[in-house]
């Protein structure tokens, strides 16, 4: 099987910290930026590393854009200079280009000659510092579609000691619990008391949920803000 090809175009914080992470997943990496600093500091750690201008179309073509199954343009100097790259790679018949936005501005424009994703790290970071604020019971929250999200939850005090069955979780909150993640006291290899982390991942009706269990929960958006707390 042919390994997948991915281009970042722009090695900011962002693009940078993108383009190691893919090539260590065992993703082909190519990374591009006018910065000769940064190709250097980053060709040890991707496939290739090239100095090019985002702008010029020729150079992205020589680049071997056309060969990438997704285009990520990490451009956040310049809107301009970010849309004008995105509309490059979408000429050079890339199929699945990711774009870092800057604004909703830019969000729409880059929707518009052909983005099929669109980031907003700044935004996203701001929304899960402001969630943890208001839910510090939250752990993790993954969109799983637009009416579903999955959580991970300190379990409620009110619901501890009680089996799922009895604490009417799905009933009081109209969600349901996939997954339980339990702290396991056990002895370790020096003889001092520990704890381990054990999951159970089809948890029944009659299991019980214990003081500093995390639950794994799925549910609308409407009935996890519910259970969240939020108006």
């Known amino acids: 099987m042919k390994k997948k090809q991915y281009a970042v175009i722009g090695l900011g914080t962002f693009g940078y910290n993108v383009a190691v992470e893919l090539e260590k997943k065992g993703i082909q990496v190519l990374a591009i930026d006018n910065d000769s600093e940064i190709i ?50 979408k000429e050079l018949g890339v199929k699945n280009i ?16 052909g983005a099929n994703t669109i980031v907003y790290p700044e935004f996203e970071m701001a929304k899960k510092l402001v969630d943890g604020i208001r839910s510090p019971n939250i752990l993790e929250q ?5 009416e579903y999200n999955l959580i991970e939850v300190v379990a409620p005090e009110e619901i501890l000691g009680k089996t799922i069955k009895s604490s009417g979780f799905r009933n009081n909150y109209g969600v349901n619990i996939i997954a339980i993640r339990k ?46 707390g939020d108006k």
Do not use: R, Y
Not at 47 to 73: P, Y
């Open 40 to 89: 250097n500091k980053i060709s040890a750690f991707v496939t290739q590393a090239l100095i090019a201008d985002a702008t010029d179309e020729k150079a992205m073509e020589d680049a071997g854009i056309a060969d990438c199954d997704t285009v990520i343009v990490s451009i956040g100097e310049s809107i301009e200079t970010s849309i004008l790259s995105t509309l490059i790679v």
């Open 98 to 113: 990711i774009v870092k936005s800057a604004s909703s501005w830019h969000s729409k424009v880059a929707a518009k000659i």
């Open 142 to 146: 993954i969109e799983l579609s637009k």
């Open 183 to 228: 702290q396991i006291p056990f002895i370790n290899d020096d003889g001092q008391s520990d704890m381990k982390e054990e999951i159970n991942m089809v948890p029944g009706p009659e299991d019980e949920i214990d003081q500093n269990d995390i639950l794994v929960v799925v549910g609308s958006k409407e009935s996890l803000a519910k259970l969240k």
